[in-house]
């Protein structure tokens, strides 16, 4: 594994001497379904709105810090206050400024693993500890009692609705349980919450709790993940944190452009998302008769996401052959504690779906 050379080892804060390079580990290849990006091409009508207000937009001047116009857009379509809602630059932004205002030396955060790990990496940056309570080994449910015990004595709690990479959701009563049990902040982190059955956000929750931060993201169901836009919503007085330790230009004009077209066309992306929907089922049904030919370990997990995880034998050298022989890319998390022999793989389109499909009966010998 990639390593810091002795010189920035010795010229890095402390606390980061055992951090990495980056190592993007990426092959182009004919089928992405490793990032759980949306594979859908833009409705075409929101693809014509995006390149009209791209094109009228300046470029030579900074962006409105705070993307108003964005927030009113997404307080009118959730029935909050523009006040409650903080934009990013993508979600991944609002975790690290979440683990950088209210984390830090001597905080700890709880989170339930498997889970998405760049929360456990903005934790080890902002010096924050974690807490973990692992999901069940097997169904990777989470484990309420145990979970309702740490979060009275945490002081940031991450749960994901629907879990990356498991794909479940977390039950509305449970996340209020949870912000009642926690002294601190809770944050639902629903970058896929687009995808899931209607009734499982956790946003309605916001009128009766003052410490829930609920996460969204353009990327996943907007279709946006290039653009980098994401937002938290929240009580005004956290929201006034996030607005204070953010770098006041990270949202560019160019995204707040496109971010304010696809919002305002929220109802064109009905028709992919209940696709995306109906093609996770068919996916779950093929992988599902693939596992089963593969006893005992084969199980694909029911997930409410655009992705599935699927344990399969030689799940490793499988992604491999996908990747060099049928130029298909999907994620591999046998190395991830927990994650023995899983495949995490985006539900693509149809026939991003029957291609990979048939690549993996060929590849098991089915
Ligand atoms: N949360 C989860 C669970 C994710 O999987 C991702 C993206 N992979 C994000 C947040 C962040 O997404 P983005 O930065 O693209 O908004």
Redesign the pocket.
Known sequence: MAELSDRMKRLIQPHLAGIEPYDPNFTPTEVNLS??ENTYELPAGVRAAVDEALAATPLNRYPDPLSDELRDELAAWHGVSREMICVGN????L?YNFLLAFGGAGRTLLTCPPD?S?YAFFASLAQTSVERIWRDEHTFELKRDELLAAAARADLVIL?SPN?PTGDVVPPALARAVCQACPGLVMI?E??GEFADAGASCAALLEECDNLVV?H?L?KAFGA?GI?C?YVMAAPDVIEVFGAVRQIYSVNVLTQAVALAAVRARDAFAPVIEQVRSERARLFAGLQELAAACTPEGTVWAGQGNFLLVRLPQASRVRQRLRDEHSILVRDFSYAPGLADCLRITVGTPEENDRLLAALRAELGQ
Not at 90 to 93: I, N, P, T, V
């Open positions: 990032a759980n993508g979600g991944d932004e975790l998405f760049e994901t990356n982190d970058a896929y996460l993201t990327s993940a980098r994401g």
